[in-house]
T-cell receptor
Framework: GQSLEQPSEVTAVEGAIVQINCTYQ??????LSWYQQHDGGAPTFLSY????GLEETGRFSSFLSRSDSYGYLLLQELQMKDSASYFC????????????FGTGTRLQVFP | EPEVTQTPSHQVTQMGQEVILRCVPI?????FYWYRQILGQKVEFLVS????????KSEIFDDQFSVERPDGSNFTLKIRSTKLEDSAMYFC??????????????FGPGTRLTVL
């Protein structure tokens, strides 16, 4: 089957750096995305990696290693508003619209 | 900033009843999607829609489900005969590009469906 595994919960303090890992096992791979979801809110797109390496967008960076079937989201200079759930998502083949979401990681940022 | 909107925010219905969930995608977007999220679980793909037809659907999207773009702005999800297990948050999403340029699907705020 298809699976994307993430830690269920991560805690950190304001100003810190946190890394949220995603390990995927899918029949194919066509890009890894990250979404943020606040409680009761909609998933919001954060970043996308199609190729190996690091993509940086402000305080957030995302990394992909296709050979390891692994990626991570790095959040720097954490703020209280970063407290949310973070989901990785994969397309398992070219030409599909279907995003397969991970199990989600709940990030709690403390003052 | 343009956004996807959904109505109603919360729908309560009796088992066996039909419900229609409504979405207004971002105006210049061409690709539309429905996802659902059962409470405490991950987001699951239901269906994608392009050029007035379904382009892909998941195994969840059985004959009880249908989608429609009745006019130039709305995109609807109909569940013909709701079951208890249909209780979930339903998200509509839209995008202006398709896979080659990445995955920027913009999600609406969701409709919480409660089936009693």
């Amino acid at each position: 089957g298809q699976s994307l595994e993430q830690p269920s919960e991560v805690t950190a303090v304001e100003g810190a750096i946190v890394q949220i890992n995603c390990t995927y096992q899918t029949s194919g791979f066509y890009g890894l995305s990250w979404y943020q979801q606040h409680d009761g809110g909609a998933p919001t797109f954060l970043s996308y990696n199609a190729l190996d390496g690091l993509e940086e967008t402000g305080r957030f960076s995302s990394f992909l290693s296709r050979s390891d079937s692994y990626g991570y989201l790095l959040l720097q200079e954490l703020q209280m508003k970063d407290s949310a759930s973070y989901f990785c998502a994969v397309r398992d083949r070219q030409g599909t619209d279907k995003l397969i979401f991970g199990t989600g990681t709940r990030l709690q940022v403390f003052p | 900033e343009p956004e996807v909107t959904q109505t109603p925010s919360h729908q309560v219905t009796q088992m066996g009843q039909e419900v229609i969930l409504r979405c207004v995608p971002i105006s210049n977007h061409l690709y539309f999607y429905w996802y659902r999220q059962i409470l405490g679980q991950k987001v699951e793909f239901l269906v994608s829609f392009y050029n007035n037809e379904i382009s892909e659907k998941s195994e969840i999207f059985d004959d009880q489900f249908s989608v429609e773009r009745p006019d130039g702005s709305n995109f609807t999800l109909k569940i013909r005969s709701t079951k208890l297990e249909d209780s979930a948050m339903y998200f509509c999403a839209s995008s202006d590009t398709r896979r080659p340029n990445g995955d920027t699907q913009y999600f609406g705020p969701g409709t919480r469906l409660t089936v009693l």
